[in-house]
């Protein structure tokens, strides 16, 4: 090989490499553009509503939220001048894809002690009730076994799949469901009783201290994280000496828990309060007396954070807001409200600093909807997933 | 200026006497028409002192405080507030723990629902401190607990947890039985004693266990380490009992172990009156009944004596009367009635109970049996202050409560 | 000589004597009592009061009553006399409670009243001394009743009014099968029909009556104008509902919930009965739509029922004669033998007045009420000149939890006493050690 060959070579190298440089955003931003969201109303949660606001989305990301932005070049413009924008709905407690019959498959009744399943194992991303479930402007959900188990599988945070990216999983193992519920009392199987439940929960959480490194115990092991609060831990329990049972649990044990379902929480919220446990609330629609609905509203003038759950299927997805309508409309403060849809799920789940808010740097998750999110009559018109339109309501 | 010096210190004495008597919790006093004080002879027209909770003083002669806040029952009768040595349990769900019939760390006081009707309805009764027992499914079936019924928490109810183990000998713990015909056996339901004579082997084995346990002392073993306590006399055992040969064997086992033993329901304890004196035991009766109602009474509890209450005592036996109304295993834990305890008492006197031994069974001597003497059962100075006010004799059918005050506090008035 | 007049001595002596015996001259039998206390019930109380009784009714009752000379006296100066109690429904003392088949009107209880069970025995140690014995609450035309004592060997012997009241239940027939499930036993209930569908039964059958009358008559009037004899006879199985309407018969009618008692109202005011209403534990709910009509009721046995406010959580006691008595229902109590007092009239007669009844009025419903709802009052239910001497002599006042039954006279005859109640006894005192039994002395609990 000559000189002057080498040289053409490295030019030709050279010149490839600027080029594909170049290129590289655009490979990047491939199918990608900048979209930039007009909205009559923006909800960011974490701000206050911004009228006439704009969001700029790059990468999936969210880059910008304001009024009066300045819009960059080429970016795809949505003109929606009379709709509200918010971030995607969270799920704090779902059994949503989990295979055709969801309730053979979420309790797993043989054992009672089962913190080495994980439930991912048993989601199914094609099941028919996930692609529905894209139209209800939830985007993120924690999925979680049943309620049969006092020590059960460990739950995910999945996001909805959908787009061109497969965001699906966020988090594998994101803490343990207990149930300390009467649900768990089985009659064939250890606990049958209350007072049963309470020392099996406990025996199991005194093996799990300890349990020493190196010896094969999933169980322990998983159960010692928990202890050391590495593991949140998801407790769910609905009556007043449920919750205060699981009280006991979680100072004694030192828990970094989460109260599920916690139906009757209000009548001990300073207790949650000055702990700083907080809640996944239980669907409102579920709830049928005047007296139950106005807890929650209650829970949280108390200073307790509440987020909502829809326990797909027992109610839609499409429900989730509809509970925290009906917790607005019985007491909950509004902004409780939207943030118990949002950031305060996104705080609990440990997903807060890339969801749960429109603030630049998080996932570009969002929903629009045709109205304010808190009327029963709005509805959802499109739902974006890391920044590509997974659903757009049909114009007729 | 000395005298300014002097002026304001004395005035700030005054203030600082006046803000410690603020600080303190105002007198209530009680004028009765009859105070029945159980411990002692009744007194008429007495003044009972209320103060943080507690009886401070009680007498004809007192002098009551010009703040005091005064309660006039001068034409009532005042009696202590009743001890349930054996009450409904105020429990949500299932009380029997059928996994295994061994269940000695078992403890019923996790369970407690302080929001439970049942509480409401039993203080409304009159019953002021209660013994819970753990379900009796099981042959060594738990840890009771003695609570008072009002509290947020079940912490603020409870004034003595372990206060006793639950043993019980009948045929109750071989319930629940699947034979096993044409398959192996699978579930815990298989593996439960079916006989007496096995339920007094496994009882005999578990304290055999627990006497090697002591002696070893290996490892830590949860349930050992209740039946060694209970084998020491650290925690008191409760025997629940309905004929008299098991009441027997209970005897008959408590002296090879040199056990000291509290009997429960003891249905045909009357007809081996004599030997329970002698063991010095004392005994829990209830539920009373005229005919059975559930199938253990009907297999054990068929051969029942009305004055079961009156032939014990005359037999020199400490009774207590309490409700014991939980149903045998194979029935819901929990009722929605409360058996009243002055009626259970007045029915005692009537089928030949002393009145003043049946007044004592439903006050003095179970808070005897379950050591909390020392504060509730009877109206003394320094006892709390669980004060019943009635509309007449307290064995009269047609005696109203009026009043009910539980640590000086009036949680249920007429 | 001699001999001659000794026989004669010895022959009048043995007719006089046999005469004496064999000769069954009508005497009057006559009674008097000396109470410390009588409770007429029609009257004030008396204080050593004398009650005389002939041929086993009251002839008088009065403080100062003359005493005649061949009076049997009883001595009952510590006892406290009143009239027998009077038990208005029962469906005990039957082998099974309901038929199986729901319109069988023309059965009868008297036909099945077995006069050996315990609950005869029971009914007079506690001193009731009149009942209705009815078919149970899960038969919709269950049946008539009939009024009996209890006592005596045969229900002849024990009879005192024959085809008296109709029972009519607005339940729907429950029927408990204990099933084991989940290891463990639990009763489970099934209702085979609705309660639609119970008074849907009953609209049509009463239809049907009237449709089968109407055209009896139009046969019968037919036969006449033809001038045909005519012998048909009304259906003997159509009979009783027939005399429920023409005033023969009372309907007792069981209403298991509150929400049923309009519904018998609705058939009072259809049919015209005469109609008692015999209620369930909630019965008191309906308390004020009952004292509009003035309809007699039957309480449950459990008077007192918990109630808890949703709201406050609060637990009230609702107490059901209580109730009544504020609303201006007269009322009748039933008993069962669940625990403690429930099984003594006089016990629930005494929870009334614990819980605000006035006294009178109390005693009234154990005695005089009950005898008036199923039509004995002409001879029970105070003690009256003219009515049946059946009276129980009681230890202290009936309101008493200490109070016993002593004695229980019924027709002018003591036919229990508790001195002689040997069941009682066992029940009350300490068993004596039989031979070879086991004592303490045995070696083996040492």
């Given at each position: 090989?000559?000189?002057?060959?080498?040289?053409?070579?490295?030019?030709?190298?050279?010149?490839?490499?600027?080029?594909?440089?170049?290129?590289?955003?655009?490979?990047?931003?491939?199918?990608?553009?900048?979209?930039?969201?007009?909205a009559g109303k923006v909800w960011p949660i974490t701000g206050s509503a911004i009228t006439n606001g704009l969001v700029v989305i790059e990468n999936g990301k969210i880059t910008a939220v304001g009024a009066n932005l300045a819009i960059p070049e080429g970016a795809?413009?949505?003109?929606?001048?009379?709709?509200?924008?918010?971030?995607?709905?969270?799920?704090?407690?779902?059994?949503?894809?989990?295979?055709?019959?969801?309730?053979?498959?979420?309790?797993?009744?043989?054992?009672?002690?089962?913190?080495?399943?994980?439930?991912?194992?048993?989601?199914?991303?094609?099941?028919?009730?996930?692609?529905?479930?894209?139209?209800?402007?939830?985007?993120?959900?924690?999925?979680?076994?049943?309620?049969?188990?006092?020590?059960?599988?460990?739950?995910?945070?999945?996001?909805?799949?959908?787009?061109?990216?497969?965001?699906?999983?966020?988090?594998?193992?994101?803490?343990?469901?207990?149930?300390?519920?009467?649900?768990?009392?089985?009659?064939?199987?250890?606990?049958?009783?209350?007072?049963?439940?309470?020392?099996?929960?406990?025996?199991?959480?005194?093996?799990?201290?300890?349990?020493?490194?190196?010896?094969?115990?999933?169980?322990?092991?998983?159960?010692?994280?928990?202890?050391?609060?590495?593991?949140?831990?998801?407790?769910?329990?609905?009556?007043?000496?449920?919750?205060?049972?699981?009280?006991?649990?979680?100072?004694?044990?030192?828990?970094?828990?989460?109260?599920?379902?916690?139906?009757?929480?209000?009548?001990?919220?300073?207790?949650?309060?000055?702990?700083?446990?907080?809640?996944?609330?239980?669907?409102?629609?579920?709830?049928?007396?005047?007296?139950?609905?106005?807890?929650?509203?209650?829970?949280?003038?108390?200073?307790?954070?509440?987020?909502?759950?829809?326990?797909?299927?027992?109610?839609?997805?499409?429900?989730?807001?509809?509970?925290?309508?009906?917790?607005?409309?019985?007491?909950?403060?509004?902004?409780?409200?939207?943030?118990?849809?949002?950031?305060?799920?996104?705080?609990?789940?440990?997903?807060?600093?890339?969801?749960?808010?429109?603030?630049?740097?998080?996932?570009?998750?969002?929903?629009?909807?045709?109205?304010?999110?808190?009327?029963?009559?709005?509805?959802?018109?499109?739902?974006?997933?890391?920044?590509?339109?997974?659903?757009?309501?049909?114009?007729? | 200026?000395?005298?300014?010096?002097?002026?304001?210190?004395?005035?700030?004495?005054?203030?600082?006497?006046?803000?410690?008597?603020?600080?303190?919790?105002?007198?209530?006093?009680?004028?009765?028409?009859?105070?029945?004080?159980?411990?002692?002879?009744?007194?008429?027209?007495?003044?009972?002192?209320?103060?943080?909770?507690?009886?401070?003083?009680?007498?004809?002669?007192?002098?009551?405080?010009?703040?005091?806040?005064?309660?006039?029952?001068?034409?009532?009768?005042?009696?202590?507030?009743?001890?349930?040595?054996?009450?409904?349990?105020?429990?949500?769900?299932?009380?029997?723990?059928?996994?295994?019939?061994?269940?000695?760390?078992?403890?019923?006081?996790?369970?407690?629902?302080?929001?439970?009707?049942?509480?409401?309805?039993?203080?409304?009764?009159?019953?002021?401190?209660?013994?819970?027992?753990?379900?009796?499914?099981?042959?060594?079936?738990?840890?009771?607990?003695?609570?008072?019924?009002?509290?947020?928490?079940?912490?603020?109810?409870?004034?003595?947890?372990?206060?006793?183990?639950?043993?019980?000998?009948?045929?109750?713990?071989?319930?629940?039985?699947?034979?096993?015909?044409?398959?192996?056996?699978?579930?815990?339901?298989?593996?439960?004693?079916?006989?007496?004579?096995?339920?007094?082997?496994?009882?005999?084995?578990?304290?055999?266990?627990?006497?090697?346990?002591?002696?070893?002392?290996?490892?830590?073993?949860?349930?050992?380490?209740?039946?060694?306590?209970?084998?020491?006399?650290?925690?008191?055992?409760?025997?629940?009992?309905?004929?008299?040969?098991?009441?027997?064997?209970?005897?008959?086992?408590?002296?090879?172990?040199?056990?000291?033993?509290?009997?429960?329901?003891?249905?045909?304890?009357?007809?081996?009156?004599?030997?329970?004196?002698?063991?010095?035991?004392?005994?829990?009766?209830?539920?009373?009944?005229?005919?059975?109602?559930?199938?253990?009474?009907?297999?054990?509890?068929?051969?029942?004596?009305?004055?079961?209450?009156?032939?014990?005592?005359?037999?020199?036996?400490?009774?207590?009367?309490?409700?014991?109304?939980?149903?045998?295993?194979?029935?819901?834990?929990?009722?929605?009635?409360?058996?009243?305890?002055?009626?259970?008492?007045?029915?005692?006197?009537?089928?030949?109970?002393?009145?003043?031994?049946?007044?004592?069974?439903?006050?003095?001597?179970?808070?005897?049996?379950?050591?909390?003497?020392?504060?509730?059962?009877?109206?003394?100075?320094?006892?709390?202050?669980?004060?019943?006010?009635?509309?007449?004799?307290?064995?009269?059918?047609?005696?109203?409560?009026?009043?009910?005050?539980?640590?000086?506090?009036?949680?249920?008035?007429? | 000589?001699?001999?001659?007049?000794?026989?004669?001595?010895?022959?009048?002596?043995?007719?006089?004597?046999?005469?004496?015996?064999?000769?069954?001259?009508?005497?009057?039998?006559?009674?008097?009592?000396?109470?410390?206390?009588?409770?007429?019930?029609?009257?004030?109380?008396?204080?050593?009061?004398?009650?005389?009784?002939?041929?086993?009714?009251?002839?008088?009752?009065?403080?100062?009553?003359?005493?005649?000379?061949?009076?049997?006296?009883?001595?009952?100066?510590?006892?406290?006399?009143?009239?027998?109690?009077?038990?208005?429904?029962?469906?005990?003392?039957?082998?099974?409670?309901?038929?199986?088949?729901?319109?069988?009107?023309?059965?009868?209880?008297?036909?099945?009243?077995?006069?050996?069970?315990?609950?005869?025995?029971?009914?007079?140690?506690?001193?009731?001394?009149?009942?209705?014995?009815?078919?149970?609450?899960?038969?919709?035309?269950?049946?008539?009743?009939?009024?009996?004592?209890?006592?005596?060997?045969?229900?002849?012997?024990?009879?005192?009014?024959?085809?008296?009241?109709?029972?009519?239940?607005?339940?729907?027939?429950?029927?408990?099968?204990?099933?084991?499930?989940?290891?463990?036993?639990?009763?489970?209930?099934?209702?085979?029909?609705?309660?639609?569908?119970?008074?849907?039964?009953?609209?049509?059958?009463?239809?049907?009556?009237?449709?089968?009358?109407?055209?009896?008559?139009?046969?019968?009037?037919?036969?006449?104008?033809?001038?045909?004899?005519?012998?048909?006879?009304?259906?003997?199985?159509?009979?009783?509902?027939?005399?429920?309407?023409?005033?023969?018969?009372?309907?007792?009618?069981?209403?298991?919930?509150?929400?049923?008692?309009?519904?018998?109202?609705?058939?009072?005011?259809?049919?015209?009965?005469?109609?008692?209403?015999?209620?369930?534990?909630?019965?008191?709910?309906?308390?004020?739509?009952?004292?509009?009509?003035?309809?007699?009721?039957?309480?449950?046995?459990?008077?007192?029922?918990?109630?808890?406010?949703?709201?406050?959580?609060?637990?009230?006691?609702?107490?059901?004669?209580?109730?009544?008595?504020?609303?201006?229902?007269?009322?009748?109590?039933?008993?069962?033998?669940?625990?403690?007092?429930?099984?003594?009239?006089?016990?629930?007669?005494?929870?009334?007045?614990?819980?605000?009844?006035?006294?009178?009025?109390?005693?009234?419903?154990?005695?005089?009420?009950?005898?008036?709802?199923?039509?004995?009052?002409?001879?029970?239910?105070?003690?009256?000149?003219?009515?049946?001497?059946?009276?129980?002599?009681?230890?202290?006042?009936?309101?008493?939890?200490?109070?016993?039954?002593?004695?229980?006279?019924?027709?002018?005859?003591?036919?229990?006493?508790?001195?002689?109640?040997?069941?009682?006894?066992?029940?009350?005192?300490?068993?004596?050690?039989?031979?070879?039994?086991?004592?303490?002395?045995?070696?083996?609990?040492?």
């Amino acid at each position: 090989m000559s000189g002057s060959d080498a040289v053409t070579e490295r030019k030709l190298l050279l010149t490839i490499l600027s080029l594909s440089l170049c290129a590289a955003p655009v490979m990047a931003g491939a199918g990608q553009q900048t979209l930039v969201i007009k909205a009559g109303k923006v909800w960011p949660i974490t701000g206050s509503a911004i009228t006439n606001g704009l969001v700029v989305i790059e990468n999936g990301k969210i880059t910008a939220v304001g009024a009066n932005l300045a819009i960059p070049e080429g970016a795809k413009i949505l003109e929606m001048p009379d709709k509200h924008i918010m971030p995607g709905l969270i799920d704090g407690h779902c059994h949503l894809g989990l295979s055709l019959d969801v309730f053979a498959e979420i309790e797993e009744t043989v054992s009672a002690v089962t913190p080495d399943m994980q439930i991912l194992d048993a989601f199914n991303p094609l099941a028919a009730d996930v692609t529905k479930a894209l139209r209800s402007g939830v985007t993120t959900v924690l999925l979680a076994p049943g309620y049969k188990n006092p020590i059960a599988a460990q739950m995910a945070v999945v996001k909805l799949p959908g787009g061109k990216k497969d965001a699906g999983v966020i988090n594998r193992s994101a803490g343990v469901k207990f149930s300390l519920g009467n649900e768990a009392l089985m009659s064939d199987r250890r606990p049958t009783s209350r007072p049963g439940l309470i020392a099996q929960v406990r025996e199991e959480l005194n093996k799990a201290g300890q349990y020493q490194e190196g010896k094969f115990d999933p169980r322990a092991e998983i159960l010692k994280r928990a202890i050391q609060g590495q593991l949140p831990v998801h407790i769910y329990c609905n009556a007043v000496d449920e919750i205060l049972a699981a009280i006991i649990i979680i100072d004694e044990y030192k828990l970094k828990a989460v109260i599920v379902g916690a139906r009757e929480a209000d009548e001990i919220a300073e207790m949650l309060a000055e702990r700083n446990i907080p809640l996944i609330y239980m669907p409102t629609l579920l709830l049928s007396n005047d007296k139950d609905l106005k807890r929650v509203g209650r829970i949280a003038a108390a200073g307790v954070k509440v987020a909502f759950a829809s326990y797909a299927p027992r109610t839609n997805l499409s429900d989730l807001r509809t509970s925290a309508i009906i917790a607005a409309k019985y007491g909950l403060a509004p902004e409780l409200a939207l943030k118990g849809l949002t950031i305060n799920a996104a705080e609990i789940l440990g997903i807060a600093q890339r969801l749960g808010s429109i603030e630049p740097g998080k996932d570009a998750d969002l929903v629009i909807l045709s109205g304010d999110p808190l009327e029963l009559t709005s509805g959802v018109e499109m739902v974006i997933i890391n920044g590509d339109i997974v659903y757009q309501k049909e114009q007729k | 200026m000395r005298g300014c010096v002097i002026r304001l210190i004395f005035l700030s004495a005054q203030l600082l006497a006046a803000c410690t008597l603020c600080g303190q919790e105002k007198t209530v006093a009680i004028r009765a028409g009859e105070i029945l004080t159980i411990s002692g002879a009744p007194i008429k027209s007495g003044i009972i002192l209320i103060q943080n909770g507690r009886i401070t003083d009680i007498g004809t002669e007192i002098a009551v405080p010009q703040d005091a806040s005064v309660i006039d029952a001068s034409d009532a009768v005042v009696m202590p507030g009743l001890v349930d040595a054996g009450a409904l349990p105020p429990v949500r769900g299932d009380l029997n723990e059928q996994s295994s019939e061994m269940t000695p760390a078992l403890r019923i006081s996790t369970a407690l629902d302080p929001k439970s009707r049942v509480l409401k309805r039993i203080v409304q009764t009159g019953c002021t401190t209660l013994y819970i027992a753990p379900g009796g499914a099981n042959l060594i079936a738990g840890l009771g607990v003695i609570i008072k019924p009002v509290g947020k928490t079940a912490a603020e109810m409870v004034i003595k947890d372990d206060a006793a183990l639950k043993i019980v000998m009948g045929s109750d713990s071989t319930q629940g039985n699947r034979i096993p015909w044409y398959e192996p056996p699978t579930t815990f339901y298989y593996r439960r004693p079916t006989t007496t004579m096995a339920v007094a082997w496994m009882l005999r084995k578990s304290f055999f266990d627990a006497k090697q346990y002591i002696a070893s002392h290996e490892k830590e073993d949860p349930n050992m380490e209740i039946i060694a306590a209970a084998l020491q006399g650290k925690i008191p055992i409760r025997v629940a009992v309905r004929r008299a040969i098991d009441i027997r064997t209970a005897l008959r086992i408590a002296n090879e172990y040199g056990l000291s033993l509290i009997l429960d329901e003891c249905t045909e304890g009357y007809k081996v009156a004599e030997e329970i004196a002698k063991k010095n035991a004392p005994v829990v009766l209830g539920p009373f009944y005229y005919y059975p109602r559930t199938s253990s009474q009907y297999e054990e509890g068929r051969e029942v004596n009305w004055n079961n209450a009156g032939i014990l005592a005359k037999a020199g036996v400490r009774v207590a009367i309490a409700s014991n109304s939980q149903e045998g295993p194979r029935f819901a834990a929990t009722q929605d009635e409360s058996i009243d305890l002055l009626t259970a008492a007045a029915f005692a006197v009537r089928h030949g109970m002393a009145p003043a031994e049946a007044l004592k069974s439903i006050t003095l001597t179970p808070a005897e049996i379950l050591g909390v003497a020392d504060r509730v059962g009877s109206l003394e100075k320094g006892k709390d202050a669980d004060i019943l006010i009635l509309s007449g004799n307290p064995l009269a059918a047609t005696t109203r409560i009026k009043r009910v005050i539980l640590k000086g506090e009036t949680v249920y008035q007429d | 000589m001699r001999f001659r007049s000794f026989a004669v001595v010895c022959v009048t002596l043995i007719v006089c004597v046999v005469s004496t015996l064999g000769y069954a001259a009508p005497v009057r039998k006559k009674v008097a009592i000396k109470a410390g206390k009588v409770i007429t019930i029609a009257g004030p109380e008396i204080q050593d009061g004398v009650i005389l009784v002939e041929d086993g009714i009251i002839k008088a009752v009065d403080k100062n009553v003359e005493i005649p000379w061949d009076a049997e006296v009883i001595e009952a100066k510590d006892r406290v006399v009143m009239p027998g109690f009077v038990l208005a429904h029962t469906s005990n003392g039957l082998d099974a409670q309901n038929e199986n088949v729901p319109e069988v009107p023309f059965l009868s209880t008297f036909d099945s009243i077995d006069p050996v069970s315990p609950f005869f025995e029971d009914s007079l140690r506690d001193g009731v001394v009149a009942m209705l014995v009815l078919p149970g609450n899960n038969t919709l035309l269950g049946g008539t009743g009939t009024v009996v004592r209890p006592y005596g060997r045969t229900v002849e012997t024990m009879l005192i009014k024959r085809y008296s009241g109709l029972k009519i239940s607005l339940a729907p027939p429950v029927q408990q099968t204990l099933r084991y499930m989940d290891g463990r036993y639990s009763y489970q209930s099934t209702a085979s029909v609705s309660r639609m569908g119970q008074m849907q039964r009953f609209r049509r059958y009463m239809a049907e009556l009237k449709d089968y009358l109407e055209q009896y008559e139009q046969r019968k009037k037919d036969a006449k104008e033809q001038e045909k004899s005519f012998d048909e006879e009304i259906d003997p199985r159509k009979q009783p509902m027939i005399d429920l309407s023409n005033g023969k018969l009372t309907a007792f009618i069981y209403c298991g919930i509150a929400a049923d008692v309009p519904k018998a109202i609705e058939i009072q005011e259809t049919h015209n009965f005469n109609t008692a209403l015999v209620l369930g534990t909630d019965g008191y709910k309906a308390a004020d739509l009952i004292s509009k009509k003035k309809m007699p009721v039957i309480l449950d046995p459990q008077l007192v029922v918990w109630e808890t406010n949703e709201e406050t959580y609060a637990e009230e006691m609702k107490v059901a004669p209580a109730i009544f008595y504020k609303a201006g229902v007269k009322f009748a109590f039933q008993t069962d033998t669940s625990e403690y007092g429930r099984r003594y009239l006089w016990y629930q007669a005494a929870t009334a007045v614990r819980y605000g009844v006035d006294r009178a009025e109390a005693l009234k419903s154990i005695t005089l009420y009950p005898a008036q709802f199923i039509g004995i009052d002409n001879r029970f239910g105070s003690i009256e000149s003219g009515k049946e001497a059946s009276l129980v002599f009681l230890t202290g006042d009936p309101l008493d939890a200490q109070t016993w039954v002593d004695k229980v006279m019924i027709g002018g005859e003591i036919v229990y006493e508790k001195a002689k109640d040997v069941r009682l006894k066992k029940l009350l005192e300490k068993p004596k050690p039989e031979e070879g039994q086991q004592t303490s002395q045995d070696k083996n609990t040492d």
